[in-house]
């Protein structure tokens, strides 16, 4: 197909939509919004709510292959697009990620290590959470949390009615906080034919709940690389996934903890533009066009940092520095915590 439909026109549609033109297609952001910064790239953008029912039936009708950068896409308006044109990667893992509750029990399943946690539908199931798991603890809303947002922090046991009461009533899961040493990610893609590709684990930075920095090579000895590599090559493979997926990984005395999946391309893989010869980007749309995957080997040492609110005063400096590589999301409207753009600094 010459045409990819793409859930969400956000700074990740925008750089799928420009790696996918650098292939020869053409993109078609669906995106509620009004001016999405996916859409100054795109060939097409559709700006309707996912309830617009003939709106997603003509956006279908257009597009060869459906993808998404955004996993909150009601389950009805999936079904209305999906009846059209396939959907990659597919249903099973956005069903399972939109749902931190869902997405625990699975990794579970699969052997893999997670946080202790508990289901907290409501504050009788808080205190029966918090006697089970102990503080510190982490209460987080099973769905739509992004940047640390709709998370509390339960410091000692006695902060579990505040916690409780930040949730405003939403459904939530209790965590048990990881002691661990540093954060890593893996960002892995599959093809429909089976073959998986995973690119070198980066380390990552938060900063107030947001991605600060991605450092690649992390910190990692031999074991804990292959183990990373390993985890997201069973996650992928045990749902016969197509695309790039992000999963994100503590690492502890006692081996790697995941934390969370994406099923997309991951701000931790911004570093793939200018740190391999195919970045996150292009391979997510090799993946879902049924290209070979390409060569996401490391081929130098970078920094990436996101360039959040104010960090855009840097800008004129950086666009002077011979190291860096600048990508910035054409967003008009800065707000504290919006990621604007990012850089790429190469280590040499
Ligand atoms: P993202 O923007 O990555 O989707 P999110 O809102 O889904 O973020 P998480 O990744 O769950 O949030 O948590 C954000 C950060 O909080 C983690 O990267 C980690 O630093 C810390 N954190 C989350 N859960 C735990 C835990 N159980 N133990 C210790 N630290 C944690
Ligand atoms: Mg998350
Ligand atoms: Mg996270």
């Known amino acids: 197909g ?3 439909g793409i859930l969400g026109g956000g700074q990740l549609g925008r750089m799928l939509s420009v790696a996918a033109a650098r292939l020869g297609f053409r993109t078609h952001i669906f995106e509620p919004g009004a001016n999405p910064p996916a859409g100054d790239v795109a060939h097409a953008v559709t700006t309707a709510p996912y309830e617009d029912e003939a709106a997603l ?10 993808t998404f950068e955004f996993e909150n896409v009601p389950t009805a308006a999936l079904d209305l697009i999906e009846a059209q044109v396939a959907i990659r990667p597919g249903r099973e893992a956005l069903r399972i990620s939109q749902d931190r509750l869902t997405e625990k029990k699975f990794l579970e399943s699969l052997g893999l290590q997670v946080a202790p946690f508990a289901d907290v539908p409501d504050m009788d199931a808080m205190t029966a ?3 089970q798991i102990g503080a510190p603890a982490i209460l987080k809303t099973r769905r739509f949390g992004y ?10 046991a006695e902060d579990a009615q505040t916690a409780f009461a930040d949730m405003n009533g939403a459904p939530a899961i209790l965590e048990g906080f990881v002691d661990f040493s540093h954060e890593v990610s893996v960002i892995a893609a599959r093809s429909p034919a089976g073959d998986v590709a995973c690119f070198d684990p980066g380390e990552n930075v938060h900063r107030d709940g947001i991605l600060h920095t991605t450092t690649v090579p992390a910190r990692l000895n031999t074991s804990q690389r292959m183990d990373a590599v390993l985890m997201a090559g069973k ?9 790039v997926l992000g999963v994100e990984l503590f690492v502890t005395s006692e081996g790697l903890v995941v934390n969370e999946i994406a099923p997309r391309v991951h701000n931790s893989g911004h ?10 980007f292009e391979q997510h749309i090799r993946a879902i066009v049924g290209w070979p995957l390409g060569d996401g080997s490391r081929h130098t040492d970078v920094v990436m940092e996101n360039l959040i609110g104010a960090d855009m005063d840097r800008v004129p400096e950086y666009a002077n520095d ?5 990508h910035l999301y054409g967003k008009t409207e800065t707000k504290p915590g919006r990621k604007m753009g990012h850089i790429n600094r190469i280590v040499r």
Not at 272 to 279: F, K, P, S
Not at 322 to 326: E, F
Request: proline share 0%; charged share 20%.
């Open 2 to 4: 010459s045409t990819i």
């Open 57 to 66: 039936r003509a956006f279908a009708n257009a597009c060869d292959v459906v």
């Open 129 to 131: 959470a918090v006697e």
């Open 147 to 156: 940047d640390g947002k709709g998370q509390a922090r339960l410091h000692k």
């Open 235 to 243: 996650i992928l493979n045990s749902l016969d996934y197509v695309g």
């Open 271 to 280: 570093w793939t533009q200018n740190g391999c010869t195919v970045d996150q």
């Open 322 to 326: 011979k190291d860096v590589a600048l």
